[in-house]
């Protein structure tokens, strides 16, 4: 069975700060991550992929994933209130499967 | 603006009742997917569907869900009879099968049963 950890948080940063949320996995088959973000009563929005290990940066977003210790993470730059929300991160065993599993997610907030 | 759309929003009902909750995915789209998200287990896949032709429904419990695809612009899931414990937000999410992993979500449906 494939399993997604996350810490649930809250993960607390001050404002302009950097946010790091951490994802490990169980899967040694997956090849496709993914983080969305939730915000409260929301439904979960793509904002980032990764499917090679290393670095991936869109915008004040970057991915990070290291696939020989299975894990995934996501740094958050500069960080704004507005980056509050609960961050859900997800596997995809690839191989004609569409089917990803989710993490719980962390909850961040971001303090003025 | 293209966007998976879900009804209803809410839903409260009672016990033993029927549920059916609807997706329209966006235009073009060709799988389907639909989960159940609780604070206990979080977000959940119940279902997907590929073409309209149902993959994998193995996280659904069988004795009282069902999900269809009548057409390419309508999924459903139906819950009969319902329980308190399936109260909790359910999601659609649709993708295309070229960019197999990026899933688009509706709005959910929150689900009540008391």
């Known amino acids: 069975q494939k399993e997604v950890e996350q810490n649930s948080g809250p993960l607390s940063v001050p404002e302009g700060a950097i946010a790091s949320l951490n994802c490990t996995y169980s899967d040694r088959g997956s090849q496709s991550f993914f983080w969305y973000r939730q915000y409260s009563g929301k439904s979960p929005e793509l904002i980032m992929s990764?499917?090679?290990?290393g670095d991936k940066e869109d915008g004040r977003f970057t991915a990070q994933l290291n696939k020989a210790s299975q894990y995934v993470s996501l740094l958050i730059r500069d960080s704004q209130p507005s980056d509050s929300a609960t961050y859900l991160c997800s596997l995809g065993s690839g191989a004609g499967s569409y089917q990803l599993t989710f993490g719980k997610g962390t909850k961040l907030s971001v303090i003025p | 603006d293209a966007r998976v759309t879900q009804t209803p929003r809410h839903k409260v009902t009672e016990m033993g009742q029927e549920v059916t909750m609807r997706c329209q995915p966006i235009l073009g789209h060709n799988t389907v997917f639909w989960y159940r998200q609780t604070m206990m287990q979080g977000l959940e896949l119940l279902a997907y569907f590929r073409n309209r032709a149902p993959l994998d429904d193995s996280g659904m419990p069988k004795d009282r869900f069902s999900a269809e695809m009548p057409d390419a612009t309508l999924a459903t899931l139906k819950i009969q009879p319902s329980e308190p414990r399936d109260s909790a937000v359910y999601f659609c999410?649709?993708?295309?099968?070229?960019?197999?992993?990026?899933?688009?979500f509706g709005p959910g449906t929150r689900l009540t049963v008391t």
């Open positions: 999410a649709s993708g295309l099968d070229l960019a197999v992993d990026e899933q688009y």
């Open positions: 990764i499917y090679s290990n």
